[in-house]
């Protein structure tokens, strides 16, 4: 039996709280020991007993986690997109939605890629909202309130299962696990080891992929030597001249919309300390969509494009 009319029923009594007593709501948190719960960020989270039928997604990575799991009719709304989304033609919402404007739509779960979107001038408290029946769900990967392990494939595989487990569907996200496993069985790594640069944004100076996030298990993966890898980071800012420094044979180039992978090409043909990288001058980049620059479905397959891309370069 559907939860949708106990949960209308719920969210309009809390949009009067709201409306009347702000903050006054109570803060009780889940209980560890409920039966089946799923450590998410610190925060209990009891998995739904039934598919989510009302979703909030917040950047690319969970919207694109939903429609993984065949939930993508189920979206209501979605928010900071980072590129086009497929599967789903739910409506975007401007900026970090307000607690006020996501409880409007009568969500059942909330799926973000930030842990940031749950903080009170965001979505609100998600002792809060579990109160109010409203599941919610954060990428381990993206957690900053707790202490996050450096990314590997076990890791995110465990991510994607506990996520489908989460919105009601662990069918999906087994099924989902094992698609991803076999995807990345068939990618054949590069040879030799070709030093590379990830290059996310930054104009005065490179935030680059460091040792210890997607960009790191991406390049690995495909084979490739990260030069920033020591860093004890997922991400870092390095100077130009350390850029210089490292002469990557490749440079893999995030391509946003706000932040093309074309300006980071003329960036870095006018910049006196990169010009003359011998990647530069041979145009050895490998452009990789913004989505599949943060863990999530996209990591599989970023793996196969970065390794494909290489390999047409000449190299490995």
Known sequence: MSRRPALVSTIAAALVLVGCAGSAMPTASLSAEQAGAIEDCGVEVVPMDEPAERIVAVKSTAAELVVALGLGDALVATAFLDGPLEGADAP????????????????????????????????????????????TWVSPAACWSTEVPPLDWEGLFAELGDAGAMLGVPEAGGALVDEQRAALAAIEPLEGAPSALWYS?????????????????????????????????????????????????????????????????????????????????EERFVVVPFPMAEAGVGTVDAVALVAREVRELGLG
């Open 92 to 135: 975007t919402i401007d900026g970090m939605p307000s607690r006020e404007a996501v409880l409007a739509l009568e969500p059942d779960a909330i799926i973000a890629g930030w842990e940031s979107a749950f903080a009170p001038e965001a979505i609100g408290d998600r002792a809060q909202l579990h109160e109010l029946g409203v599941t």
């Open 201 to 281: 944004s930054g104009e005065d100076a490179p935030y680059v992929g460091g040792g210890t996030g997607a960009p790191q298990l991406v390049l690995e993966t495909a084979g490739l030597d990260n030069v920033a890898g020591e860093l004890d980071d997922g991400w870092a800012t390095l100077s130009w001249e350390a850029v210089a420094a490292s002469d990557p044979d490749v440079i893999v180039l995030v391509d946003a919309p706000w932040h093309t992978a074309a300006s980071k090409v003329e960036r870095l043909r006018a910049n006196p300390a990169t010009a003359a990288l011998e990647a530069v001058r």
